[in-house]
């Protein structure tokens, strides 16, 4: 149980252009859902907690007209890199944990290339 | 505030040899304490768990014991294989409503 998916696996896009990552709790329902970016050879870092039916946290530095959340159901949310750029190229995980439940379950991540 | 310290890499090791990567962490309250696996291309997936003080988490031959007195987690393995090679990441969160605080990531490469 507890499996959480990301589509797509790999995206590669034009500068300038947009890009809509999904993640779906395919077992469970999600209350709160996190995005990862990760880059080459470092830890995880968190942009921002989703709660359903409400708006997206951002952490610091994060631009949250640039990376629009939306977590519209308990079983999906979807992160949109808008008008992205080379430097936007990255690795996203997205994570999502059941109500009361302090474990979060990571989707296998989606590669984002920005040529 | 809380953080999370681990070993840097890169490891390396020949396959049977024995594993320790270290990890202490500092945290306000009682922490749940977690190791999570990445392997090549691939998302984080949750190795070993333990919620209080003197608990154990183990899978896959991983160990790693909650010690509160030295607030260290450190992840042991008596006889790595080369499928064992990924990065592995230390990690806490306070309670269920917080985010999880990761270490910075130690990468392993087993040698045939």
């Known amino acids: 149980g507890a499996v959480v998916s990301q589509h797509p696996s790999r995206v590669i896009c034009k500068s300038g252009t947009s890009v809509k990552i999904e993640c779906r709790s395919l077992?469970?329902?999600?209350?709160?859902m996190f995005w990862y970016r990760q880059f080459p050879k470092q830890s995880l870092m968190l942009m921002a907690t989703s709660n359903e039916g409400s708006k997206a946290t951002y952490e610091q530095g994060v631009e949250k007209d640039k990376f629009l959340i939306n977590h519209a159901s308990l079983t999906l949310s979807t992160l949109t890199v808008t008008s992205a750029h080379p430097e936007d190229s990255s690795f996203y995980i997205c994570?999502?944990?059941?109500?009361?439940?302090?474990?979060?379950?990571f989707g296998p991540g989606t590669r984002l290339t920005v040529t | 505030g809380n953080s999370v310290t681990q070993m840097e890499g890169p490891v390396t090791l020949s396959e049977e040899a024995f594993l320790t990567i270290n990890c202490t962490y500092t945290?306000?309250?009682?922490?749940?304490l977690f190791w999570y696996v990445q392997y090549p291309g691939e998302g984080l997936q949750l190795l070993l768990k333990a919620t209080k003080a003197d608990d154990k988490g183990s899978n896959k031959g991983f160990e790693a014991t909650y010690r509160k007195e030295t607030t260290s987690f450190h992840l042991e393995k008596g006889s790595v294989q080369v499928s064992d090679s990924a990065v592995y990441f230390c990690a806490l969160t306070i309670s269920s409503a917080s985010k999880i605080i990761f270490g910075s990531g130690t990468r392993l490469s087993i040698r045939p």
């Open positions: 994570s999502a944990q059941g109500q009361g439940d302090y474990e979060q379950y």
């Open positions: 945290a306000t309250g009682y922490p749940s």
């Open positions: 077992d469970f329902q999600a209350t709160t």
